[in-house]
């Protein structure tokens, strides 16, 4: 009796830790071991991030500082994130010392620099590592670029969600196209709970060329814009590729409020459209201005937030077919539309809806591209992703459409489990195998203090196994042998 009280007493302490630390990894997501991130600092106007390191200011141009790799206590290292194919990285120092910089979302094999710098290496298929040696008070910039032999095509894709499987095989395929970069509009997890950006970020982390993302109405569920913000930086920004200018905005609120893009970005990006007149522009957002498809009903969510389990239903709406997934307020639908045609906008790339549509309005071109993943909404949809071929004169679409099959439920929680273990190991491995260890060891003392119960039964079919085995052969010699 007192064996079953020891053993089960082991037995929950067992479970009990392990359940405490995949509880602790779900609601805790590291970017990888000694990741510590820094509070973003960025000026959309300047595209501009700062971090005074110890004395020392290191500023990016086209990034954020994200921030620091602590591999032992003596070394140290500053993690930046790159948010434009050329970046450019500032130091300043009022002493001579050498700092170690690492550079994320750029494709190694295509980025190159004129400024030499030391000890460059690879540390995944989008991040860089180096060393930067500094003499007292003179300042250093390092201006990145794309190689001379880039592609000039950009892959747009949106509404990947939860279709893990999906997304997958698209990261596969851009892979092979090898693009200038991949640009997600919005809907990148399906609620923003940590652990939902660890399966994101681990799905994406095979990716060979740079992400560029804006913010979906799912990834602020659940308060996701904090980790967003965390991994992937600003909610908005631009930057120039060849003659073309990329524009991101934040629309993620307007599917449960008014107002989907508030008064401030607004100022932002009209300043931002200005500047870039004479150029191709591009604007990437998430939610469409205007629903282009018929008889859709009205989106009741904002008004359903004054009731809890309203919202809770409109929760499990949020991606019914039948309900405009344009903004809520017409008014702004139409300010948007006017300030796209005032300055000459090329095309608006949207998502929300998980489907395709294209079509022109107020001479801007309009694309809704929803089909990376999320259950599909509209009849005869398929999923797809775009790839945008860009000359000097135009810019032309050609979308690839993947094999559709349902989005199963079983199949997105087998891949999310896949991609969770894979995730949890790279963040915490060496706390896994401690974990392994301790597990294992404490299975064998069950196993070694409940053997009188397990260990005759164990004889007895391995006796019976054995016995079978022999009589096999006797009769294969009888049957095949004997003639």
Same mark, same amino acid.
């Given at each position: ?12 302490? @067992? ?38 390191? #110890? @004395? ?10 994200? !921030? ?38 750029? #494709? ?40 001379? #032999? ?65 913010? $979906? ?6 308060? $996701? ?52 007149? $004479? ?51 017409? *008014? ?29 309005? !107020? ?19 398929? %999923? ?30 087998? *891949? ?19 974990? $392994? ?6 299975? *064998? ?30 009769? %294969?010699?009888?049957?095949?042998? #004997?003639?």
């Amino acid at each position: 009796m007192r064996k079953k009280w020891l053993v089960l007493i082991m037995l929950v302490i @067992g479970l009990g830790v392990t359940s405490a630390f995949i509880l602790h990894s779900y609601k805790n997501f590291k970017v990888q071991q000694g990741f510590v991130p820094l509070p973003l600092s960025f000026d959309p106007y300047t595209s501009v991030s700062s971090y005074d390191w #110890n @004395g020392n200011i290191v500023s990016i141009q086209g990034g954020f500082v994200k !921030g620091k790799i602590v591999e032992n206590p003596n070394q140290e290292s500053l993690l930046l994130r790159s948010l434009s194919p050329v970046p450019t990285i500032s130091l300043k120092s009022g002493i001579e010392r050498s700092y170690s910089i690492r550079l994320e979302n750029v #494709n190694p094999a295509m980025i190159k620099t004129s400024d030499p710098i030391g000890n460059l290496k690879t540390i995944d298929p989008h991040t860089i590592s180096f060393t930067v040696d500094l003499k007292a008070n003179q300042p250093k910039n390092i201006n990145f670029e794309l190689s001379a #032999n880039e592609n000039p095509e950009v892959i747009m894709l949106g509404d990947n969600r939860n279709g893990y499987g999906t997304f997958s095989e698209i990261i596969d395929q851009v892979n092979s196209i090898k693009p200038a970069f991949v640009v997600d509009n919005g809907d990148l997890v399906y609620g923003g709970e940590p652990n939902r950006y660890r399966l994101f970020y681990e799905t994406v982390s095979k990716l060979q060329v740079p992400l560029y993302t804006t913010l $979906g109405n799912h990834d602020i569920r659940e308060n $996701g814009l904090p980790t967003y913000t965390e991994l992937f930086g600003p909610a908005y920004y631009s930057f120039d590729y060849l003659q073309n200018h990329f524009i991101f905005l934040d629309s993620s609120r307007g599917w449960t409020e008014k107002t989907a893009i508030p008064p401030e970005q607004y100022r932002w990006l009209e300043a931002d459209l200005q500047k870039a007149q $004479g150029k191709r522009i591009f604007v990437v957002s998430h939610i469409p201005p205007t629903d282009p498809r018929s008889n859709v009903a009205p989106n009741t969510y904002p008004e359903s937030q004054k009731t809890s389990t309203l919202q809770n239903l409109m929760n499990k709406l949020s991606g019914t077919s039948d309900i405009d997934h344009a903004f809520n307020d017409k *008014a702004e639908a139409q300010k948007f539309e006017d300030l796209m045609t005032q300055y000459k906008v090329d095309t608006v790339f949207l998502s929300h809806i998980h489907s395709f549509f294209s079509f022109v309005k !107020g001479n801007v071109r309009y694309v809704i591209t929803g089909g990376a993943g999320a259950e599909l909404l509209t009849k005869g949809s398929e %999923y797809h992703y775009i790839r945008v071929h860009i000359t000097d004169q135009e810019n032309y679409l050609e979308i690839v459409e993947l094999p559709s099959p349902p989005n199963q439920i079983i199949d997105r929680y087998w *891949a999310a489990a896949q991609l969770f273990i894979s995730s949890t190991y790279k963040e915490y491995s060496s706390l896994v195998i401690a974990m $392994g260890i301790f597990v294992s060891l404490i299975a *064998a003392w069950i196993l070694w203090v409940l053997r009188q119960q397990w260990w005759p039964f164990l004889k007895k079919l391995g006796r019976w196994i054995y016995e079978i085995v022999k009589l096999s052969i006797l009769k %294969y010699k009888e049957i095949f042998q #004997n003639k």
